[in-house]
């Protein structure tokens, strides 16, 4: 049995001598370039970042340190944290010593929940869980150890501390947002008998079906993490590399997923099922009738949320997760009939669209109408569970930017004189 720290001591030197061998043999070969297009246009395709954690391939979606997600979706969300920090999943005592570890940290500290108290009653729960994250900023084991002159190599240790408390933390941070900011009584105590996906549910105190902590931690486990480039990543990634601690950088990374682009996503999608069933007397409505709702929406110039993705080229595997769990537990729901029904529909719609170059359902296509089943219908508390869980990722690639001693991240812009002068322009 080995730690998750015990575990990194004895892999971080391999990964250093690895990542030393290639820049001394190989610094200066390219692997990619950069067309003005891509300068221009969000640096898609561009690759300029390495992160071990997951790589998000075309076809297959997420694989996690060389496992397919698909492979992954019967794990606890704890056994995945353990996997991305170091490419192996635990053992039990493994397993369970995180866990032990995860729950002596759990406590949030009473100043959080003033703090949230005081902000005002209308405050999107994202801005909520972020300023829950970043006022704890006092309690970083990396600031302390860093302030007193800890060497550069060990500064992952210290980073996987703020990790695991910030992990242990969050899920009362979040459920403590989802019951004062929808009026939902007091809040639940932890269960310390419970582990990290069924306390959270617990805690949300949504619903009493046993299926409810299943689904947070398939929801936790399919959520964890998407490569370094997304926004949130690479967010987090920047902001940490300048040493500002987690609190710091993981508030940061999820401010950017609270975007209508990225994790805001699924609240839209859910709102654009319920649209459909409003429009048409809360029944599913016929194929012809969904596929006019779709063609309508895409006349008046707005998209189909939770289809097409920046890096994906065929259906996200986490979709797939969350449709073969939605048939399993709740086939005749009909927010989820809706989501099933449009993913017969949407594809070949958006292809005839001719736009989109992925005309497949992401993740966030069917996530909302699951946690609407279970009762969970305010909408805009649905990207902070996926930063619950998305936590698990932007720690883990901080713990190993640290453990590789990764520097500031500082790429050259440059202005379109400089450009038009290099076309001849
Ligand atoms: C995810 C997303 C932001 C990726 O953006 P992207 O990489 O720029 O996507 P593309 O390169 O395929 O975009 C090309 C065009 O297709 C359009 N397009 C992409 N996805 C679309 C969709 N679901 N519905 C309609 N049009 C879409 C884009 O708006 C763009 O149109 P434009 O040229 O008029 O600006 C985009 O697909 C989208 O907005 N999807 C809906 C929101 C969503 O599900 N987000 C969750 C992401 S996990």
């Not at 999107?124 to 990396?142: A, N, Q």
Request: aromatic share 8%; with cysteine; hydrophobic share 40%.
């Amino acid at each position: 049995m080995a730690t998750l720290k015990e575990k990194l001591a004895e892999k971080i030197p391999a990964w250093r001598e690895r990542a030393g061998k290639l820049v001394n043999k190989h610094g200066d070969r390219a692997i990619s370039g950069v067309t003005i297009q891509q300068a221009y246009g969000g640096m898609r395709g561009v690759k300029g970042l390495v992160c071990d954690t997951s790589l998000v391939d075309p076809q297959k979606g997420l694989i996690i340190r060389g496992i397919p997600l698909k492979d992954l979706v019967h794990k606890m969300p704890e056994e995945i944290f353990y996997l991305l920090c170091t490419g192996e999943l635990p053992d039990k005592a493994g397993l369970k010593s995180l866990q032990d570890e995860m729950s002596a940290k759990a406590k949030v500290p009473g100043y959080v929940f003033k703090v949230l108290d005081a902000m005002p009653e209308d405050s999107h729960p994202m801005v909520l869980l972020d300023t829950g994250i970043l006022c704890m900023e006092r309690e970083s084991v990396f600031k302390k150890k860093y302030d007193e002159g800890v060497a550069k190599g060990e500064y992952w240790e210290s980073t996987l501390d703020d990790s695991i408390t910030l992990m242990a933390r969050l899920p009362a941070v979040a459920a403590y947002v989802y019951r004062r900011r929808f009026k939902k009584g007091g809040p639940i105590d932890p269960d310390p008998k419970l582990d990290w996906g069924a306390n959270y549910a617990h805690m949300l105190g949504v619903s009493d079906d046993p299926e409810f902590a299943n689904f947070m931690r398939l929801y936790l486990v399919l959520h964890c993490d998407h490569e370094g480039g997304n926004v949130s990543a690479f967010t987090c990634r920047t902001v940490n590399s300048a040493l500002s601690d987690l609190y710091y950088a993981l508030s940061a990374g999820l401010n950017g997923l609270a975007g209508p682009l990225h994790g805001l996503a699924n609240q839209e999608c859910l709102g654009f099922v319920l649209g459909i069933l409003e429009k048409h007397g809360n029944k599913v409505p016929s194929d012809d009738q969904l596929k006019k709702f779709v063609w309508d929406t895409l006349n008046s110039g707005r998209v189909i949320p939770g289809y097409g993705h920046a890096v994906l080229r065929a259906t996200d595997p986490r979709f797939s997760a969350f449709l073969d769990f939605g048939k399993r537990v709740c086939p005749e729901d009909p927010a989820f009939k809706v989501v099933e029904r449009l993913f017969t529909l949407v594809p070949d719609i958006l292809m005839e669209h001719g736009k989109a170059k992925n005309p497949w359902p992401n993740v966030d296509a069917g996530s909302g109408s699951l946690l609407y089943h279970f009762g969970m219908k305010e909408f805009p508390y649905y990207t902070v569970p996926f930063g619950v869980s998305r936590a698990m990722g932007l720690c883990s690639q901080a713990v190993e930017a640290r453990a590789m001693m990764t520097p500031i991240t500082r790429p050259k812009s440059v202005v379109t004189d400089w450009i038009e002068k290099e076309v001849g322009m």
